[in-house]
């Protein structure tokens, strides 16, 4: 069976970036997750934000963990199959951060 180009595992050097990530994702001791808390000022952003960001998931056919609370949207991304980080996970933390930042900047329409 082949590899996916999006589906291989990250590199060293692409680790090693996440580890050094300033966007607040953090990245687990195996090197297999990377998880983010984003915070909202209403439920209703952050159950919107979520509806978007499973859009975006779809289309990569790449679907993270996702825990919703009150004010906030825990992501967990991984990719269990490969028991790593692939580049799927690095589109989609793309993908979610470009979203999250509408939020940001009050364009959540």
Not at 31 to 57: G, S, Y
Not at 89 to 102: F, G, N, P, T, V
């Amino acid at each position: 069976m082949k590899i996916k180009k999006s589906d291989k595992p990250l590199t060293k050097r692409e680790i090693g970036k996440l580890e050094k990530n300033d966007l607040g994702w953090k990245l687990d001791a195996k090197h297999t997750k990377l998880t983010k808390v984003f915070n909202f000022e209403k439920h209703v952003d952050a159950l919107i934000f979520i509806a978007r960001m499973t859009v975006h998931a779809e289309v990569l056919k790449h679907y993270p963990d996702v825990h919703f609370t009150q004010h906030k949207a825990k992501v967990v991304l991984t990719s269990p199959e490969q028991k790593t980080l692939t580049k799927k996970d690095l589109a989609l933390l793309s993908r979610i951060e470009k979203l999250h930042q509408k939020f940001a900047t009050g364009d959540n329409s």
